[in-house]
Antibody
Framework: EVRLVETGGGLIQPGGSLRLSCVAS????????MSWVRQAPGKGLEWVSV???????FYADSVKGRFTISRDNSNNTLYLQMNSLRAEDTAVYYC?????????????WGQGTLVTVSS | QTVVTQEPSFSVSPGGTVTLTCGLS?????????PSWYQQTPGQAPRALIY???TRSSGVPDRFSGSILGNKAALTITGAQADDESDYYC??????????FGGGTKLTV
């Protein structure tokens, strides 16, 4: 079964750091483009970051310089290191397989993990 | 900065056909934007419907179809059912590794 499970969310103060994890099963993270997408409460989806199978990484302007995407091939896990967190980073964070090669679409998605940035 | 546009809301009668669109604030959508579509109900993760403009994801019924209509990407639902009432999002590839979601369309059946 193809599945993604995110962990690591929680309540964090502004300026703090948090690392999200996304464990994949049923496929190999390093062979795919893997992405993070977030959704603020009551708002729409916002693309955050992607890591290509070759290792290149890209970020939305809203998180560039503060967030870092990475992966652990041995544990088939995707990460998002979030530093200098702001109130506007409060959201449910989803990881998703973007595909690559001939398929470009976010599928599947994890169940999401909630990050709340508040004092 | 280019914005991806979607209708904020749409209504369709049960059994009817509805076409939701996904455009750009500047320019036309083409297959090189790799448009894809997602369905989301409250409290749930998004579900992939269409990728690469018009390819259905696994398990998606054929009453969902994707296309390019004029200068926009389009999602057509034929024979709408009550459980199609959801939020629908498109996303486009902008180049240089950057993806942008539309604001979403709330569909009422």
């Amino acid at each position: 079964e193809v599945r993604l499970v995110e962990t690591g969310g929680g309540l964090i103060q502004p300026g703090g750091s948090l690392r999200l994890s996304c464990v994949a099963s049923g496929f190999t993270v390093s062979s795919n483009y893997m992405s993070w997408v977030r959704q603020a409460p009551g708002k729409g989806l916002e693309w955050v970051s992607v890591i290509y199978s070759g290792g290149n990484t890209f970020y939305a302007d809203s998180v560039k310089g503060r967030f870092t995407i990475s992966r652990d091939n041995s544990n088939n896990t995707l990460y998002l290191q979030m530093n200098s967190l702001r109130a506007e980073d409060t959201a449910v964070y989803y990881c998703a397989n973007l595909g690559g090669g001939k398929r470009f679409g976010f599928d599947p998605w994890g169940q999401g993990t909630l990050v709340t940035v508040s004092s | 900065q280019t914005v991806v546009t979607q209708e904020p809301s749409f209504s369709v009668s049960p059994g009817g056909t509805v076409t939701l669109t996904c455009g750009l604030s500047s320019g036309s959508v083409s297959t090189t934007h790799y448009p894809s579509w997602y369905q989301q109900t409250p409290g749930q993760a998004p579900r992939a419907l269409i990728y690469n403009t018009n390819t259905r994801s696994s398990g998606v019924p054929d009453r969902f179809s994707g296309s390019i209509l004029g200068n926009k990407a389009a999602l057509t639902i034929t024979g709408a059912q009550a459980d199609d009432e959801s939020d629908y999002y498109c996303v486009l590839y902008m180049g240089s590794g950057i993806w942008v979601f539309g604001g979403g369309t709330k569909l009422t059946v």
